[in-house]
Structure formats: structure tokens, C-alpha cells
């Protein structure tokens, strides 16, 4: 995708276009990946929802380049999504735990002495779990995908809000009631490290074994998903691949759980060793709870991550 900032009635916004020197395919697949994000930004009570995006407008824009290329008849027009602009210091969560990016970072941000680690992992699961409560996986959860904007209601300044639905899996309702998937709407793609052991290995790993005509997809992975990003906030930004090694193995062998958990322990022991104990057991009970090789064993929802976090996030309820 092709991403600018703008404008618009008066607010700054970024749009967020299909890129222009896709062609073919190519451009028919981003065209149908930046539909999903449209139709999922648009269902209203996905707009309240304080830990996804807001979409502000859909735009169109066009492109004489792309008419010629694609030998159209007529002019062709690329539609964008204007979505809020996202913290300009540090927009997304790589880049707030990528010092090399931030220079104005705190060199260390320690989750037992500070609110911001906790708060963003509640807002991250809030965000989750809304997604999975309208029947939504999000398959490519990442630092990259959850943005970072200022908000001044919030005891450390933040909000997480978790984002790119571009490889979502949707599925809708019939008259009667009934699930019925939309045209394609199954999962497609996600990123390796950041993913569950069984997205290595299956290769339809999101649906589950009810019948075509009933779809549901599974959000264990993203769970699994979730954990991974959780040890990566608690962990002061050390990706999976940095602090397990032979990352793949690891999953496929249940062996990360007991290196993920040892990893925190030592972590806060280290760095702040006259920390309470329970708030290091807090990490540590959330990779418990969502990094188990089998599906069956993780947590069913989300939901309760932010009353578990409560006392370290500065007493913030709000969901």
C-alpha cells in the first residue's frame, strides 16, 4: 500500500492508497485487501471501539499513470482510506521500542515501574478481543500493525490501537440468521515470527472443522499472536527471534512457553530486582495463558487481559 499524509476538515489524517505501480493481479488483490479494511472500518460499532483506528473518509483519487498502464477506456480512479494520523514521534510500536528511531526514549522502560507496558497490552486486547467478538481474525498481529496515538485521558499519555486489516477474515450474517463467509474472506497471509505454530505447518489453519456453510475462524492463532507481542512489551522491545533461539523449532517443539517464561523472570530480575513479584507474574501468567503449542490449551478470549492488568496500568478500566 501506498501511504501520504493530508488533510482533511482541518485534522491531519493519512491516506492510505493502493499502490501505483501495481498492475494486473497484483493491483486487483491490494484493491480487494484495502475493500476488507473499508468494510471492517465502516461497521459502526467497530467505530467506537477506542483500540481500532477511526476512518474519517474514504477518498478517490486519479491516476493517468495507472490508466495508460492498465490500457482503461476510461480514467481510473484509485480509492484511499483517510484514517487519523497516528503519533508522529513514534507511530507504531517498532518504532517506539526502536531507539535507533527514537532518540528521546527512555533507555529503559521496565514494565514493573512504569504504567505505559501494561496499558499497551490492554489496549492491544481490547482491540482483539472487539475484532473476535464480531467473528474477525486479524492474522497478521505485529508491533508494525498496532499504532500509537497521543491520548491526553490516558495515565501514560498513550493508546494502542490495533491495525492493517488488509489480511483479515471476515464472515457475515444471512436473513436467516445464519453465517455465511464473504466472497474470499478467508484469512490470507500473516508473518512468520509473529505467528502460531500451527500457521507453520497447516496449510488452512484458520478454519475450523465447522462446515462451509456455517464458517468460523479461529482466533487461537491471533492469541498465540497476541502472547508473542505481550513478551515483546514486557521484554522492553526484544522480538521473539532476539530472545528464542531456532524461533521456528521452538514453536513447533512447545519448548518457547518455558524459554519466553524464563526470559521475563530473568529480565526483571536484572533490571529490577526489588520490583513486586506479582506484577512480573503478570507477563508471566499472559504467556501461559496464549503461547501453548495447542490450540485447544490457550486462552478462549481476551477479555479478561485488561482486568488482570488493572493495578499496573494506573487503575484505567476503559475498554
Known amino acids: 500500500m501506498e501511504v501520504h499524509k493530508a488533510s482533511w476538515k482541518g485534522q491531519k489524517v493519512v491516506v492510505k492508497y493502493v499502490h501505483k505501480s501495481y498492475t494486473g493481479q497484483a493491483y486487483r488483490r491490494a484493491f480487494y485487501n484495502l475493500n476488507f479494511e473499508l468494510q471492517l472500518m465502516s461497521k459502526p460499532s467497530l467505530r467506537k471501539q477506542r483500540n481500532i483506528p477511526s476512518l474519517l473518509a474514504v477518498c478517490f483519487s486519479k491516476d493517468d499513470d495507472l490508466t495508460t498502464c492498465l490500457e482503461a477506456s476510461a480514467s481510473v480512479v484509485r480509492p484511499g482510506l ?23 526514549r527512555p533507555k529503559q522502560l521496565p514494565f514493573e515501574t512504569s504504567a505505559t507496558s501494561a496499558a499497551l497490552i490492554a489496549d492491544i486486547a481490547d482491540g482483539m ?47 436467516d440468521g445464519l453465517r455465511a463467509p464473504l466472497p474470499d474472506g478467508r484469512p490470507r497471509g500473516g508473518t512468520a515470527e509473529w ?3 500451527e500457521c507453520l505447518v497447516e496449510p488452512d489453519y484458520w478454519m475450523s472443522k465447522r462446515s462451509l456453510k456455517h464458517p468460523s475462524y479461529e482466533v487461537c492463532s491471533d492469541i498465540y499472536s497476541f502472547g508473542l507481542v505481550s513478551c515483546y512489551i514486557a521484554l522492553d522491545g526484544q522480538t521473539p527471534t532476539e530472545f528464542v ?26 533490571r529490577v530486582p526489588d520490583a513486586g513479584k506479582s506484577l512480573v507474574e503478570v507477563a508471566v501468567h499472559i504467556a501461559q495463558q496464549t503461547l501453548k503449542l495447542e490450540s485447544n490449551g490457550r486462552m478462549q478470549s481476551l477479555q479478561p487481559i485488561r482486568a488482570l492488568l488493572l493495578g499496573l496500568t494506573g487503575g484505567n478500566a476503559r475498554g
Open 82 to 104: 483517510a484514517v487519523e494520523l497516528a503519533h508522529e514521534q513514534y507511530p507504531d510500536l517498532r518504532h517506539f521500542f526502536d531507539r535507533a528511531r527514537n532518540m528521546f
Open 195 to 197: 505467528s502460531a505454530p
Open 245 to 270: 533461539p531456532n524461533l521456528s523449532r521452538a514453536k513447533l517443539t512447545d519448548t518457547l512457553l518455558d524459554i519466553a517464561v524464563a526470559r521475563l523472570r530473568s529480565h526483571y530480575r536484572q
Open 129 to 175: 478481543a472487539a475484532l473476535h467478538h464480531h467473528d474477525i481474525v486479524h492474522a497478521d498481529l505485529k508491533p508494525e500493525n498496532i499504532l500509537l496515538y497521543p491520548d491526553s485521558q490516558s495515565p501514560n499519555g498513550l493508546v494502542a490501537k490495533v491495525a492493517d486489516f488488509g489480511l483479515v477474515g471476515m464472515t457475515t450474517y444471512r436473513d
